[in-house]
């Protein structure tokens, strides 16, 4: 039987150069015929010779080794880090993808024989990685955090969809392709796990609670009806104790109002018999009193009559006598006071007109006083002033007069003893025109003294000066 040929090999050539092959025939056998497969999983993959018409070309390929492609399958660690989701969120995945070259399917095989012929399974893996790569980034960008989360076959179906039909074009199948992580460095899977984990530990308290709740509740129904059938118990031995009590009161209230009945009527017979004693002292004592009232009564009606003879009688006449006296030192404070008021109002009456007329006097002194001073003004002044200065010489030395003891102190000059306290009484007297002429305006140094001894002010007006 002729060996048949290669589909694979022949649909290539019928792409390069237009035409089929050169079928074989049992004298020159096709190098296009399919291999089995090695131990290694490897098949060739020869293409057809570009010049098959040419001899040479043809030997030199015969003498050539066979080029082999790989179909084993090839895990491949899918890593995307650090890429922005939908909501700009950056998490890093890591998926386990399985893939091969479909050696089963001619399209496919022809077209991996075309990308991957002479590339090693590393550089074949990386190809493809490098695709899936891509297409999981892609997916993740128009995916949120939480659908990758919390749907993950979602997400692997649509990188398995998505790769398989850019894959399948090279010749490659996706056999797999499975989530295997999901991390970010933000910790947003972390907070989102957070809450999840709150709430089934708060669904697990409140179950827990509710567990205990309705534990408790059996716990308390079953020591309610526990206590109920203890209090039950309990009553009914009340009920039997009372109903022996009052049983046993009502016997001893039986026996004790009888005693009691016994001991009253032995009392009540005592009392009456007291009674009866005691209405008759009572009765004599009743008319021992009226007999000592009656006389009592008599006495008293002997006194009174005793008292108007020796008391009421010179009483009133002594009332009489000290009334009559009373009225006549009456009138004669009258007559009295009326006296002394008389004696009074006429003695005020010439003190007054006295009064008046030293007034008048002393008001005409005064207006010739006022007229001189008009006259006289400066000069008048002065002789007044002058005539009060003894007075003052003698009111500044009054209170040595009184003085018991004087102690100078001396600081070693200057006089000591009685002309030290001339000296300062001097000199007081000496500031005096300064203050009086502060005071009045007027100054007594104008005032010209003459050899004789009178005192010539600068008005020419003559004042005597008393020494």
């Given at each position: ?5 290669c589909?694979v090999?022949s649909?290539?050539f019928?792409?390069?150069?237009g035409?089929?092959?050169p ?7 096709s190098?296009?015929l399919p291999?089995p497969p090695?131990h290694?999983?490897?098949?060739s993959?020869?293409?057809?010779p570009?010049?098959p018409?040419?001899?040479?070309v043809?030997?030199r ?8 492609i ?5 895990t491949l ?5 650090k890429v922005y ?8 995945v890591?998926g ?6 479909q ?6 095989l ?18 493809a990685l ?10 993740m ?6 659908e ?6 979602k997400f692997s ?6 790769a398989?039909?850019?894959l ?7 056999v797999?392709?499975t ?9 947003y899977l972390?907070s989102?796990g957070?809450?999840r984990?709150?709430q089934?530990q708060?669904d ?10 309705d534990?408790?509740i059996?716990?308390?129904k ?11 118990s309990?009553?009914?031995?009340a ?13 001893d ?9 016994a001991d009253?009527?032995y009392?009540l017979?005592?009392?009456?018999t007291?009674q009866?004693?005691?209405?008759q002292?009572?009765?004599?004592q009743?008319?021992?009193r ?9 006495e008293?009606?002997r006194?009174?009559k005793e ?12 009332r009489?006598?000290l009334?009559?006296l ?16 008389e ?10 007109f006295?009064i008046?007329?030293?007034a008048?006097?002393e ?11 008009q006259l ?6 002065l002789?007044?002033?002058?005539e ?8 500044i030395?009054?209170?040595l007069?009184?003085?018991?003891k004087?102690?100078?102190v ?10 030290k ?27 010209r003294?003459?050899r004789?001894?009178a ?13």
């Amino acid at each position: 039987m002729p060996p048949r040929p290669c589909p694979v090999l022949s649909s290539t050539f019928q792409l390069y150069f237009g035409h089929q092959p050169p079928q074989p025939t049992a004298s020159r056998p096709s190098r296009f015929l399919p291999e089995p497969p090695s131990h290694g999983g490897w098949r060739s993959c020869l293409c057809p010779p570009l010049h098959p018409a040419n001899p040479e070309v043809g030997e030199r390929r015969t003498k050539e080794r066979e080029p082999l492609i790989s179909l084993n399958t090839l895990t491949l660690n899918v890593k995307s880090e650090k890429v922005y989701t939908r909501h700009g969120v950056p998490i890093s995945v890591t998926g386990i993808a399985q893939v091969k070259i479909q050696g089963q399917n001619k399209e496919m095989l022809a077209a991996a024989c075309q990308m991957f012929l002479g590339k090693t399974e590393a550089e074949i893996a990386h190809i493809a990685l490098e695709t899936l790569e891509g297409h999981q980034r892609a997916i993740m960008a128009h995916m949120t955090v939480e659908e990758i989360y919390k749907d993950r076959q979602k997400f692997s179906e649509q990188v398995f969809k998505v790769a398989s039909s850019d894959l399948v074009n090279m010749g490659i199948s996706v056999v797999s392709y499975t989530l295997k992580d999901i991390h970010d460095d933000q910790d947003y899977l972390h907070s989102l796990g957070k809450a999840r984990t709150a709430q089934v530990q708060k669904d697990a308290r409140i179950g827990e609670a509710e567990a205990k709740r309705d534990a408790g509740i059996r716990e308390a129904k079953a020591k309610q009806e526990k206590v109920s059938a203890q209090y039950l118990s309990e009553i009914e031995m009340a009920k039997a104790q009372r109903d022996y009590e009052l049983k046993k009161a009502a016997y001893d209230i039986e026996v004790n109002t009888r005693r009691a009945q016994a001991d009253l009527a032995y009392q009540l017979q005592v009392a009456k018999t007291k009674q009866q004693i005691e209405e008759q002292r009572v009765q004599v004592q009743v008319v021992e009193r009226a007999q000592q009232v009656a006389v009592q009564e008599q006495e008293i009606a002997r006194r009174e009559k005793e008292l108007e003879a020796r008391v009421r009688k010179p009483a009133e006449a002594e009332r009489y006598k000290l009334e009559r006296l009373a009225a006549a030192e009456k009138s004669q404070l009258i007559m009295q006071a009326e006296a002394e008021a008389e004696s009074v109002r006429m003695r005020g009456e010439a003190e007054a007109f006295a009064i008046g007329a030293r007034a008048r006097a002393e008001a005409e002194q005064m207006a010739k006083k006022a007229e001189a001073f008009q006259l006289y003004q400066e000069a008048a002044q002065l002789d007044m002033l002058l005539e009060k200065l003894p007075q003052v010489a003698e009111e500044i030395s009054g209170p040595l007069t009184s003085a018991k003891k004087i102690t100078l102190v001396s600081s070693g000059s200057g006089t000591m003893g009685a002309a030290k306290v001339t000296g300062e009484v001097l000199d007081i007297l000496s500031r005096l025109p300064e203050s009086v002429e502060r005071l009045t305006g007027v100054s007594i140094s104008q005032v010209r003294v003459s050899r004789e001894g009178a005192v010539e002010p600068s008005c020419q007006i003559p004042v005597h000066v008393t020494e």
